[in-house]
């Protein structure tokens, strides 16, 4: 158990819906991260939320939208979505960003996604 | 640009020892982690080395040598359970984590 869960654990969706992931830390930490993990490839960092406020976005495609109500929820809503976006995205979250420290990240099971 | 390089798979036997390197290239540094990530889970944290020498932690050690931007992974006495993926990442200036794609260790009995 990592403290750090992640619904739906796979989703299917064609290129007109729109859907969206879910991560919820249960770890009391202040920052969440959004991370795209393809096949042989370095993980991607998405999205950083330090206290609900975005901190980093890495030149996502606005199809990707996060939206962080709380420190402990994180959403990544997804529409209108390519095929080459299917992957595994992984929810994480660490103590803090930043802050003249680095910090050890919990990862959530990831949701696996295919675009058809 | 920046870079992490890691070997993509290697090899071991059970009861062996086996070392994983990492080079790295990066717009600063904050620290190296090591995360093990086994197939369809999600990484787990191994280890973080900041300063450079040896930390041990069991049958896993980690490795840092800043001025040559290198790091290794150590398992000894490995178990069949230690196949996964193992991610070398660097923490650079700006505190963000620069991941290598991961080495797959296959440990054969």
């Known amino acids: 158990e990592t403290g750090v869960t992640q619904t739906p654990r796979h989703l299917v969706m064609g290129m007109t819906n729109k859907k969206s992931l879910k991560c919820e830390q249960h770890l009391g930490h202040n920052a969440m991260y959004w991370y795209k993990q393809s096949a042989k490839k370095p993980l991607e960092l998405m999205f950083v939320y330090s206290l609900e406020e975005r901190v980093e976005n890495n030149s996502v495609p606005s199809r990707f939208s996060p939206e962080c109500p709380n420190s402990s929820h994180l959403f990544l809503h997804l529409h209108t979505l390519q095929p080459e976006d299917s992957a595994l995205y992984l929810c994480a979250s660490s103590q803090d960003w930043g802050s003249g420290s680095s910090y050890e990240q919990y990862f959530g099971p990831g949701t696996r996604l295919t675009v058809t | 640009g920046q870079n992490i390089d890691q070997p993509t798979e290697m090899t071991a036997t059970e009861g062996a020892i086996v070392q994983i390197n990492c080079t790295y290239q990066?717009?600063?540094?904050?620290?190296l982690f090591w995360y093990q990530q086994h197939a369809g889970e999600a990484p787990t944290f191994l280890s973080y080395n900041v300063l450079d020498g040896l930390e041990e932690k069991g049958r896993f050690s980690s490795f840092l040598s800043r001025s040559k931007g290198y790091s290794y992974l150590l398992l000894k006495e490995l178990q069949m359970k230690d196949s996964a993926s193992y991610l070398c990442a660097v923490s650079d200036s700006n505190y963000q984590l620069i991941w290598g794609a991961g080495t797959k260790l296959i440990i054969k009995p």
């Open positions: 990066t717009s600063g540094f904050n620290g």
